[in-house]
């Protein structure tokens, strides 16, 4: 079987909970071709990467899947892109605010998902999930991720992805999803990342 290392984050923003986690511990051991292994990472800048690459190197993954929370997007969104930037609107978990600083001093300005996110959007929505493919993972702690992650692993076989997850119902805020809904896509877009 191949190997998925699969992450969600911890709660940030004042939020008591984070459906990316939620979701990836309803996710089955097993999923597709895939053996999942679970990590779950701060919302710190520098630290999340750091803690997927720990765990990539004990058990190295065939493909890394990262899922984080995107508040105000209504769709689950496979994201394109890693952007060289930290800017920061809210402080992260650590107090860190960083405005307009590189993740890599001398590092590219972008690297694109080795997932086909496009195949996944249209899995997804073919089994009636709302999704979209995202040309921005944002600024804050899931860019940090994907871009170092994309950095460190170019060249090498390991696929690396992100995908965005809009607000789960239990957390009273819209637009939102039903965590169960959260599950089926991740199960989905799992199926779909050869
Ligand atoms: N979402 C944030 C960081 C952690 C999370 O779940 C983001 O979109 O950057």
Redesign the pocket.
Known sequence: MKKLLIT??????GETT????DAVCQLPSKIGGYQLTKLRIP?VFGK?AEAVMHTASEIHPDAILC?????GRSAITPELVGINLRHASIP?NDGNQPQDEPILADGKTAYFSTLPVRKIAEALNGAGISAQVSYS?????????LYTLLAALEGSTTKVGFI??PYSASQQKAPAMELADIVKGLCVAIENIE
């Open positions: 969600g984050f911890d709660p940030f923003g984070n459906p990316s986690w919302v999340a899922i984080g929370q995107a508040g992260d993972a944002g600024a804050y702690v899931c860019n940090d991720v965005h997850v």
